[in-house]
């Protein structure tokens, strides 16, 4: 963690040519459907929070309240991928700009120390 810190912070003070392709090069319907679905299933991630996270707290209720946290669960992963993909396109006029990729590095950097930190600090 460490050093993806290190690393949003030398992205802070190097200079990059911002590259974003906005509808520029057209995929067709099977190749967007094939590389979300790609993207979707090779993640693995999927399966270590729906099969393993999910799983074994969702097998401590019984009966009706199983089903709730089902729902529920459902209910969230929704609203959060949902939220994602619409916040990523009203945020990319704010993206396109480097000086919010900086803040964003330098963020990135702080929340990686934090994690770090906290790992070493509270080991025992």
Known sequence: MVLYGF????????????????LK???????????TVAIS???PHVYLDTLMLIG???S???GIK???????????SFIWFFSLAYGSRVLIPLFKKPLTWKL???FTAFI??????????YQT
């Open 104 to 106: 964003f590095d330098i």
């Open 66 to 76: 199983q089903n709730f946290f089902i729902f529920g669960a459902i209910s969230a």
């Open 7 to 22: 690393i949003a912070l030398k992205n802070v003070f190097t200079t990059q040519k911002l590259q974003i392709s906005l």
């Open 112 to 121: 990686m120390f934090f994690v770090a930190y906290s790992a070493i600090m």
């Open 56 to 58: 074994s707290i969702g």
């Open 60 to 62: 401590h209720f019984e």
């Open 41 to 43: 299933l090779l993640n």
């Open 25 to 35: 090069d057209k995929k067709s319907l099977v190749q967007t459907i094939m590389t």
